[in-house]
């Protein structure tokens, strides 16, 4: 089974400016959680979402959210980027029998 | 609030030593433990889980860890490591009773000199 993809790999932003992450899970997974992952703070957990519903969120502004697609894809957006967010942003998905998260190789996002 | 705590943040060890590194966690509720290795330029693994049953665990590359109720601890263990284990190590814990939200810990930085 191929494992979690996100797109892209590495983005550059002005802060202000907004940005838009892709996971694709792991096949017949259908949950998907977001964590923003940097020096200082380690994993810091965003949101979890499960056939298309999000069934829990970390705590970060509402300039950051997300949402899942029917075929389980999906995505992050962060609003109004401030140079604070930059970090690598990691993709997890989970299988339905199990709590465990197999993780994707993430997004380095700077924002400048 | 769950909270998850790696006392150690960086450990260097020679080749054939034993490891072990303490995790952690503070919620009063049955939970989920894993521990997840990140190598150097790699994605996160999972290295072992505990959901239930005997205490001791056993995952990948001869890592094991225990899981001690009564100290809310869940300590990394392998009685021999090897160069190959330079990595970064994360313990994390999700409430079992679902509410689909993991805490991690910040990592400990393991080098292991050859």
């Known amino acids: 089974k191929a494992g979690v993809t996100q797109t892209p790999r590495y983005l550059i932003k002005t802060r202000g400016q907004q940005v838009t992450l892709s996971c694709s899970p792991i096949?017949?997974?259908?949950?998907v959680s977001w964590y923003q992952q940097t020096p200082g703070q380690g994993l810091q957990f965003l949101f979890e979402y499960f056939s298309e519903t999000q069934r829990n969120k970390g705590n970060f502004p509402g300039r950051f959210s997300g949402r899942q697609f029917s075929n389980s894809r999906s995505e992050m957006n962060v609003s109004t980027l401030e140079l604070g967010d930059s970090a690598l942003y990691l993709c997890?998905?989970?299988?339905?029998?199990?709590?465990?998260?197999?993780f994707g190789p993430g997004t380095r996002l700077t924002v400048t | 609030a769950q909270s998850v705590s790696q006392h150690n943040h960086h450990v260097i060890l020679s080749e054939a030593a034993s490891l072990e590194l303490g995790c952690n966690y503070s919620?009063?509720?049955?939970?989920?433990l894993f521990w997840y290795v990140q190598y150097p330029g790699q994605h996160l693994q999972l290295l072992l889980k505990y959901f239930s049953g005997d205490p001791l665990v056993k995952g990948i590359k001869g890592f094991e860890a225990e899981f001690i109720k009564s100290k809310f601890s869940f300590n990394l263990r392998k009685p021999s490591v090897q160069w190959s284990d330079t990595a970064e190590y994360f313990c994390?814990?999700?409430?079992?009773?679902?509410?689909?939200?993991?805490?991690f810990g910040t990592g400990t930085r393991l080098k292991v000199l050859a």
């Open positions: 997890a998905s989970s299988p339905l029998r199990g709590p465990e998260q197999y």
């Open positions: 096949s017949g997974h259908r949950s």
């Open positions: 919620y009063g509720g049955t939970v989920n």
């Open positions: 994390a814990v999700n409430a079992a009773a679902g509410t689909y939200k993991y805490i």
